[in-house]
T-cell receptor, first 115, second 118 residues
Framework: EDQVTQSPEALRLQEGESSSLNCSYT??????LFWYRQDPGKGPEFLFT???AGEEKEKERLKATLTKKESFLHITAPKPEDSATYLC????????????????FGTGTRLLVSP | GAVVSQHPSWVICKSGTSVKIECRSL??????MFWYRQFPKQSLMLMAT?????????EQGVEKDKFLINHASLTLSTLTVTSAHPEDSSFYIC??????????????FGPGTRLTVT
């Protein structure tokens, strides 16, 4: 069964204290891995797509990397406005019988950055 | 960027009544829209996938007669929770996929609707 596990569940950082969030996945085949940011009471906001192992994407203080088993979201010198829940999702290869695909989400990492 | 709106943002209803939630793609055409449900501190659970002009595909365990989905146009999908009960209280989020998008993950999410059934 396709599965996504995120760790830690919650992370508290001081402003400027860099860290990484982990997303481990088990899928029969990977079409893509996605990172989202979700603020309380809001829908997720798309951040990155990663397609293959070794790939990296950057946006401001965030950098996402991908291996064959996991992805990391590195946060460099975070600011309080980076506080949010970060969700990871994978798109497995299509079901060979049905052709159907759906995203598999992790439960997220709640990040709190204190000034 | 692509914007998806939802209405209402929150709703309180009495047990046994029905509630309709609208999801609109404001500046693009969405051939596919998704409806998710999210409980506190949990991740998004896909309820159904809807394609414009055809019947929605529901996930296992989601009652299609209770959660009615209509995707009548390329910019509008609606979710109606019929005969709502307190256990239906949740955060409902829709998302839309732009025509021509290759990967499922490149979805644009609405801001969500908080439903409370009393």
């Amino acid at each position: 069964e396709d599965q996504v596990t995120q760790s830690p569940e919650a992370l508290r950082l001081q402003e400027g204290e860099s860290s990484s969030l982990n997303c481990s996945y088990t899928v029969s085949g990977l079409r893509g891995l996605f990172w989202y940011r979700q603020d309380p009471g809001k829908g997720p906001e798309f951040l990155f797509t990663l397609y293959s192992a070794g790939e990296e994407k950057e946006k401001e203080r965030l950098k996402a990397t991908l291996t064959k088993k996991e992805s990391f979201l590195h946060i460099t010198a975070p600011k309080p406005e980076d506080s949010a829940t970060y969700l990871c999702a994978v798109q497995p290869l299509a079901n060979m019988n049905t052709g159907f695909q759906k995203l598999v989400f992790g439960t997220g990492t709640r990040l709190l950055v204190s000034p | 960027g692509a914007v998806v709106s939802q209405h209402p943002s929150w709703v309180i209803c009495k047990s046994g009544t029905s509630v309709k939630i609208e999801c609109r793609s404001l500046d693009f055409q969405a051939t596919t829209m998704f409806w998710y449900r999210q409980f506190p501190k949990q991740s998004l659970m896909l309820m159904a996938t809807s394609n414009e002009g055809s019947k929605a595909t529901y996930e296992q365990g989601v009652e299609k007669d209770k959660f009615l989905i209509n995707h009548a146009s390329l910019t509008l999908s609606t979710l109606t929770v019929t005969s709502a009960h307190p256990e239906d209280s949740s955060f409902y989020i829709c998302s839309a996929r732009e025509e021509g998008a290759v990967l499922l993950g490149e979805q644009y999410f609405g801001p969500g609707t908080r439903l409370t059934v009393t």
